[in-house]
């Protein structure tokens, strides 16, 4: 991933999806569990928006992380 000013280029780590954000799915990423755990090290970094490789950017997009960490 890259972070450039407030967006974060997320690649296939983590993707948009309608109401918040989830973790690309199995097609793209060999090991769910260790990619969901490495998204806890975005926690500090201070970002609005990501932009990943297939569904775009999504904006408000740290908040939409923080739930989507805590309901997992």
Do not use: C, W
């Amino acid at each position: 991933m890259y972070l450039y000013r407030d967006v974060l280029f997320t690649g296939d780590s983590l993707m948009r999806k309608k109401d918040g954000v989830a973790i690309a799915p199995s097609l793209f990423s060999e090991d769910s569990e260790r990619n969901r755990a490495s998204l806890r090290a975005l926690e500090p970094l201070a970002f609005d928006k990501i932009a990943d490789g297939h569904a775009g950017v999504t904006t408000g997009a740290k908040g939409k992380l923080a739930r989507f960490l805590a309901g997992s």
